[in-house]
């Protein structure tokens, strides 16, 4: 049985960084393939959050890390299409036109729920509970549950529930995140091989980044894996880049996932890099 960690992390501090942008506009750019029929969709989301933030609160305030995310995307006019959705829904949240309210992983997903859909989305600390419940409350088919998201979404997706997407988006303050990812991810698909499942990793050294990679390939040879290296990766103690490693994907996201990857990149220093690409393609 799974014993509840200590929980530090809180995703306030990090709300539109240059990560989200990449998780976030990834995110929209898979619901939108998946739904593309109409059949039913199961989501689990293992990691919710609180639901949607508020970047003058104080802790955002305290990193200021929207400042190189959301703010330089919604100051681009030029940047290219595959954020127009992720551009759309901050609009949404921010009806007079200033950039204040950043929506989570759940206030985007429950946007695009359709009937049909389910939605499920874990989140263990009560105060970000509490958030994601007032969150959620206006959609029937999404639910907010305290619940370790691992162990959810191994249960919520069986084979007799049809399609199902599951993400994973852990703080990574614990060693153990990337092996209880690949266990979900084998359980998963073990259960329903058509599931689709997406990752969100931090990008600090390539050996963990490889290992992972590695560890995932015999469950998922064809994996896309969409890569954001803002520097190269020589200094493990910064978070050089993130990645979004999706298993199941629907074909023909390598190129938009990779403008995603390429424009957030662009955000860096000057030697930034970012792709997308199959294992074994
Ligand atoms: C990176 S944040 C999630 C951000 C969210 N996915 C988004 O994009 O808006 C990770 C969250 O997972 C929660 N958490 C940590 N371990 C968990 C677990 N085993 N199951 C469910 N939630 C967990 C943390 O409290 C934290 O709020």
Redesign the pocket.
């Known amino acids: 049985m ?1 014993r509840r ?1 200590p ?1 530090n ?3 306030a501090f ?2 539109g960084n240059f990560a ?1 942008l990449v ?2 506009a990834g ?1 929209l750019l898979l619901l939108e393939a998946l739904q593309a029929g109409e059949h039913s969709l199961n989501i689990v ?7 949607g ?1 508020d970047l003058e609160g104080e802790l955002s305030r305290r990193t200021g890390e929207a400042a190189q995310g959301i703010f330089r995307l919604m100051a681009d006019d030029g940047a290219p299409g595959v954020f127009d959705g992720l551009k759309a829904a901050v609009r949404a949240g921010n009806p007079d036109g200033v950039v204040r309210f950043y ?4 206030s985007l997903i429950a946007a695009r729920l359709r009937r049909q859909d389910l939605y499920t989305a ?4 009560d105060d ?1 509970l509490a958030l994601l419940e007032q969150t959620l409350a206006p959609w029937r088919q999404a639910e907010a549950r305290q ?4 162990e ?1 979404a191994v249960a919520a997706t069986g084979r007799a529930k049809g399609p199902a997407f599951v ?1 994973i ?3 990574f ?2 060693a153990d995140d990337y092996r ?1 990812i690949v266990e979900t991810w084998r359980e998963v698909k073990r259960r329903n091989p058509w599931a689709c499942l997406a990752a ?1 990793l931090p990008l600090k050294d390539m050996e963990t980044f490889d290992a992972f990679l590695r560890d995932i390939e015999p469950i998922a040879p064809d994996a896309l894996v969409a890569e954001c290296r803002l520097r190269p990766l020589n200094d493990p103690m910064k978070m050089n880049g993130c990645a979004l490693v999706i298993a199941g994907a629907p074909a023909g996201l390598e190129g938009p996932l990779g403008e995603v990857c390429a424009w957030v990149a662009g955000l860096g220093e000057g030697q930034g890099r970012g792709e997308a690409w199959r294992l074994n393609g």
Request: aromatic share 12%.
């Open positions: 799974f960690p929980l992390y809180r995703h990090h709300a989200d998780k976030h995110l989301d293992t990691h919710a959050g609180a639901g933030y929506p989570g992983s759940p874990c989140e263990l600390r970000d619940a370790d998201g691992y959810t993400l988006d852990p703080p303050e614990r209880r969100w």
